[in-house]
């Protein structure tokens, strides 16, 4: 799939799966917001040359690769056993996170201007380097 222009994904308890080719173009915007909304990286590789933007939803990590770095705020990101693949993703704004962080896994957690020390609750996690 390929998002050549600002696009919302907006559907009440909507699931979206990537298996295979998920490419954000340079200057768009990916949009997932509220509704309890969940992206599965299932596999394959989800491209990030623009913005990936995700806020009160559901992020799964499960497997494939992320180049470029989702932006997620009160969002649940669960990390799959197994998944080993690269990705980065930034989390603010009381997020969670649960799984394992492999190597080549980066998750930066950042405050905001309204609550600069923000905090991450860790379930089951554990750290492989």
Do not use: C, W
Not at 46 to 53: A, E, H, K, N, Q
């Amino acid at each position: 799939m390929n998002l050549d222009t600002d696009t919302l994904f907006s559907k009440n308890v909507g699931v979206y799966t990537n298996n295979s080719d998920f490419n954000i173009a340079t200057g768009e915007q990916l949009t997932i917001s509220a509704f309890n909304q969940t992206f599965k990286q299932d596999s394959g590789t989800l491209d990030i040359d623009g913005t990936f933007l995700m806020a009160s939803a559901a992020f799964e990590f499960n497997g494939g690769v992320i180049n470029g770095t989702p932006t997620l705020n009160v969002v649940a990101l669960t990390i799959g056993a197994g998944s080993t693949g690269a990705a980065t993703f930034a989390m603010g704004a009381s997020g969670t996170l649960s799984g394992d962080i492999a190597a080549g896994q980066t998750v930066g957690v950042h405050g905001d201007r309204a609550a600069p020390a923000s905090s991450l609750p860790l379930t089951a996690l554990s750290t492989q380097a």
